[in-house]
């Protein structure tokens, strides 16, 4: 175990946003930067890639929806580094405007992975993270234009400082299983399972990092969600207005805030900015 070196872990990083990130963490973080996708192929082809530009990423694979594939990368984590000192959470998915898919079914699978599975990510690995260390959940300025197509009642519960996991787990399962009966509009849901999986995904953020100031108050352990912007990628599609690198500077920014910083903490990010929720 190399316990005296400093980890950093990327997610969804063989392309795009998570690419980008990756690239900028191996250029400033101190110590070593896990490059995590779920191809193994096409991951060892991005540290390859980054390698040409003189830069060492360390791969590992990792399928986000798979909890085996998580607990392995855990038990890597712990036994390489004896925990984890910066953890990126940018695997997602998204369906395309035009895609046929019943929306029941792009609402299930979409909160599958945006929302049930990085909250499996973080059930794993925030019990890993060390003192000082950052944590950043890349959710999108689609969870707060979907929080205003909610109904009151639903805006009210989402913004709630005192909202637990296990509710807001209740009302992410209550979204899948309206859009299966098909009233979901009726129960007072946008019509964005991306952006309701993203509301998730900054609510989640919310009440962990208000469960970590309270489990672990001396730690100085910082942890946020953020919009990475519009960015050019196999999701966002060509007409997107930022680059990947430009896409990679907020959750960069988090993720190597000086060991001295009070926060920002339980927030949501854009352009290196606190938004309100």
């Known amino acids: 175990m190399t316990s005296c070196s400093r980890v950093a872990l990327v997610t969804g990083a063989n392309k795009g946003i998570g690419f980008a990130i990756t690239r900028e963490l191996c250029r400033h973080f101190s110590g070593d930067v896990v490059l995590a996708a779920r191809d ?24 986000i929806d798979d909890p085996q594939s998580i607990r392995a990368l855990r038990d890597f984590l712990r036994r390489e580094y004896g925990g984890l000192d910066v953890l ?32 499996n990510i973080c059930t794993e690995l925030l019990p890993l993270i060390k003192p000082q260390g950052r944590v950043v959940n890349v959710s999108s300025m689609a969870s707060v234009h979907a929080l205003k197509s909610c ?18 787990v209740a009302l992410m399962n209550k979204f899948v299983e309206d859009t299966e009966k098909g009233v979901h509009q009726k129960e007072g849901w946008p019509n964005t399972a991306y952006g309701v999986s993203k509301i998730g995904v900054t609510v989640l953020s919310r009440i962990y990092a208000r469960n970590l100031s309270a489990q672990r108050p001396g730690d100085k352990i910082l942890l946020n969600a953020c919009c990475p912007g519009w960015v050019r990628t196999d999701m966002a599609g060509p007409k997107a207005t930022k680059s990947p690198e430009e896409g ?8 190597l805030l000086p060991s ?13 900015k606190v938004e309100p929720w």
């Open 248 to 255: 990679a500077e907020t959750p960069v920014y988090l993720a």
């Open 88 to 119: 990126v959470n940018n695997a997602g998915i998204a369906f395309k405007n035009a895609d046929p898919t019943p929306f029941h079914i792009q609402a299930e699978v979409t909160l599958k992975t945006n929302f049930f599975s990085t909250r």
């Open 40 to 63: 193994a192929e096409r991951g060892r082809a991005a540290v390859q890639q980054l390698q040409t530009e003189g830069l060492n990423p360390r791969f590992h694979q990792l399928d």
């Open 151 to 168: 109904s009151p009642e639903l805006q009210q519960k989402f913004r709630s400082d005192t909202i637990t996991e296990e509710e807001l």
């Open 260 to 272: 001295d910083a009070e926060g920002p903490h339980g927030e949501f990010v854009s352009e290196k």
